[in-house]
């Protein structure tokens, strides 16, 4: 850093703490140009940007390398969807329970006795009207940061797999596969579950109808 502050003000002797009036005229010159240079990349039109892009794609890529590049860019958009749908998952568990504990403490049976499944299921869907479509930007806000803990899980299981060295696109497919079936599907259904039993438990209604 020092040496750039050197190149840039032409001057040998500076040291850090040296702020002359040459110095700081010097730094806002090269502020002022990059500033420029900002403004001029916002400004590209995106044609010109899509251009650029094609231009990288075809000559400086060989066909190895767009393979490569096009199975990390899916694979990592797979993941962005798997850890939003992750999320709407665990909401769709908590409007589920809610559902199931609201109808079990009106009617003082499980849901799933004779009569009582059409209820709960129009119980949900009116759940669904206000704690579904009006959550969507939470959900979105929320996928930001776990992203990158749903992508340590995932790529964490490619990692240990015996598919890794073999056949290494098919263990990146193979892990999104048993992510989805391990997170989005068992773990989301047992946290359901344990939502649902806490509220039977609340209730004093058991969770399925007593014969």
Not at 78 to 90: C, G, K, P, R, T
Not at 157 to 184: C, D, E, G, K, T
């Amino acid at each position: 850093m020092l040496g750039v502050v050197k190149t840039v003000t032409g001057n040998e002797e500076y040291q850090f703490g040296d702020l002359t009036r040459g110095t700081v005229r010097a730094a806002g010159n090269v502020l002022t140009y990059s500033e420029k240079a900002l403004s001029a990349l916002r400004d590209a039109n995106i044609h010109e940007l899509i251009e650029i892009l094609d231009l990288y794609w075809n000559k400086s890529m060989d066909p190895d390398d767009r393979a490569e590049a096009f199975t990390v860019a899916v694979y990592t958009g797979a993941i962005m969807v798997l850890a939003y749908n992750f999320l709407a998952n665990v909401m769709s568990g908590m409007v589920f329970a809610a559902a199931w504990v609201k109808i079990s403490a009106e009617a003082g049976a499980s849901p799933l006795s004779e009569g009582l499944w059409s209820k709960f299921l129009q119980t949900k869907s009116t759940m669904d009207i206000f704690f579904g479509g009006p959550c969507l930007p939470a959900r979105a806000l929320l996928t930001i940061p776990w992203f990158f803990r749903y992508r340590q899980f995932v790529v964490g299981m490619a990692r240990h797999s015996p598919l890794r060295n073999q056949f290494p696109i098919i263990n990146r497919y193979a892990s999104l596969i048993l992510s989805w079936v391990v997170a989005n599907l068992a773990f989301v259904s047992c946290i359901t579950f344990s939502m649902i039993k806490i509220g039977s438990i609340c209730t004093g209604v058991p969770v399925f109808p007593v014969t």
